[in-house]
């Protein structure tokens, strides 16, 4: 089973990123999806939520009307489209793909975030 994450590098303030997470080697449309974030020096925090079958999505107060998760269940991809980028969203993010029934996880490698003019 393996999560690869794409789409991070440097923008400047104000820009946009969308990143996405391919997922393989299990059953993706089975698993609930979330978007994670971790700043150098601070622990890792939960950015966005989407359920297995989009009919949920939740998000951290701090992205709130500027961030959206969304995913495609035939490409086994999740999505973060990250818009009106701050500099407090630099951070490596991550996607987490987690079945609640086998009670089993799948963190990708990451990809960096740099927002900076």
């Known amino acids: 089973a393996q999560l690869v994450e794409s789409g991070g590098g440097l923008v400047q303030p104000g820009g946009s990123l969308r990143l996405s997470c391919v997922a393989s080697g299990f059953t993706f449309s089975s698993y609930h999806t979330s978007w994670h974030r971790q700043a150098p020096g601070k622990e890792r925090e939960l950015v966005a939520v989407?359920?297995?079958?989009?009919?949920?999505?939740h998000y951290a107060d701090s992205v709130k009307g500027r961030f959206t998760i969304s995913r495609d269940n035939a490409k086994n991809t999740v999505y973060l489209q990250m818009n009106s980028l701050k500099a407090e969203d630099t951070a490596r993010y991550y996607c987490f793909a987690y079945n609640i029934q086998a009670d089993r996880g799948y963190w990708g490698q990451g990809t960096q975030v740099t927002v900076s003019s």
């Open positions: 989407i359920t297995s079958g989009s009919i949920s999505r």
